[in-house]
């Protein structure tokens, strides 16, 4: 059965500390891996990943994609109050698979 | 302003009364799509459709049902609620199913349904 795991489910950290979002994947048929963020409405797209390797960057944002391991990494640096929200990872194989989402607040 | 509009945002319901959640996007998608939000479950999938007619079973269809009969709208239908399907609900768009998938997805801002 295809499968979306995230980790930490939880985090708190405090403003300036760098974060690392985990999400590993069992997907046949793996298109594409993205990335969302949902503060407390609708979740908004951050990244979407085909290839190994590649890093897509966005202002303090990073990701890259580990195809052979199967997992990616969501990294956010000088973290920010307005960084809290919840992080959803979903795969693309057969059909788009969600994560259960990472939580993270940003603590002044 | 290209959107999702979803309605009603917030309901309280009882069991058994039929309802529907509107969803509409205005940026000529085809794919279209309904999701659930539950604790600890992340997103689960409901009904999609890839174009007008077109509409196939998600992760978790049981209790709802769906029509696709323009291209903007895709309505979520509740024939006989239940508390089980008290939950936070997303519709969502994308501009075509393609060979990555369904790319990035628009999502309604939600629809909170409580059934009592």
């Known amino acids: 059965e295809d499968k979306v795991v995230q980790s930490p489910l939880s985090l708190v950290v405090h403003e300036g500390d760098t974060v690392t979002l985990n999400c590993s994947y069992e997907?046949?048929?793996?298109?594409?891996l993205l990335w969302y963020k949902q503060e407390k409405k609708a979740p908004t797209f951050l990244f979407m990943l085909?290839?190994?390797?590649i890093e897509k960057k966005s202002g303090r944002l990073s990701s890259i994609l580990d195809k052979k391991e199967l997992f990616s990494i969501l990294n956010i640096t000088a973290t920010q109050t307005g960084d809290s929200a919840i992080y959803l990872c979903?795969?693309?194989?057969?059909?788009?698979?969600f994560g259960q989402g990472t939580t993270l607040q940003v603590k002044p | 302003e290209a959107q999702v509009t979803q309605n009603p945002r917030y309901l309280i319901t009882v069991t058994g009364k039929k309802l529907t959640v509107t969803c509409s996007q205005n940026m000529n998608h085809e794919y279209m799509s309904w999701y659930r939000q539950d604790p600890g479950l992340g997103l689960r999938q409901i009904y999609y459709?890839?174009?007008?007619?077109?509409?196939d079973k998600g992760d978790v269809p049981e209790g709802y049902k769906v029509s696709r009969k323009e291209k903007r709208n895709f309505p979520l239908i509740l024939e006989s609620p239940s508390p089980n399907q008290t939950s936070l609900y997303f519709c969502?768009?994308?501009?075509?199913?393609?060979?990555?998938?369904?790319?990035?997805?628009?999502f309604g801002e939600g629809s909170r349904l409580t059934v009592l």
């Open positions: 979903a795969v693309q194989g057969g059909k788009l698979i």
């Open positions: 459709s890839m174009n007008v007619e077109v509409t």
């Open positions: 969502a768009s994308s501009l075509t199913p393609r060979a990555r998938g369904t790319g990035e997805l628009f």
């Open positions: 997907v046949t048929n793996f298109r594409s």
């Open positions: 085909t290839s190994s390797g």
